[in-house]
């Protein structure tokens, strides 16, 4: 899976275009564009989650993984999550 880290200005506005999958940001009034991501709707990034899925079924250590990041996820969807991170 690939990150993209950017240093996008908080003072500058941007506007963000989808092209073949890919997420740019180009600033109001310029040519510009900086790759911030990729759109997570892309038929490969759902076939890569899917893989990780299916992957996490024979190997016990990345399922007890998933499991964290789920759980995580549905307290998060609560109204009014309670919940605190704290990297470890």
Known sequence: MVTYMTNL???KTYIYERVEGQVYAREVGTLNRTLV?????????LEEWKDVFLFAR????LQ???DRVKML???LKEQKPKVF????
Not at 58 to 61: D, K, L
Not at 85 to 88: G, L, N, R, S, T
């Open 9 to 11: 200005d908080p003072n």
């Open 64 to 66: 007890e993984e998933l």
């Open 37 to 45: 991501g990729h759109d997570v709707t892309s038929k490969e990034y």
């Open 73 to 75: 996820y549905y307290l």
């Open 58 to 61: 024979v190997n016990p250590m």
């Open 85 to 88: 991170y704290h990297p470890v």
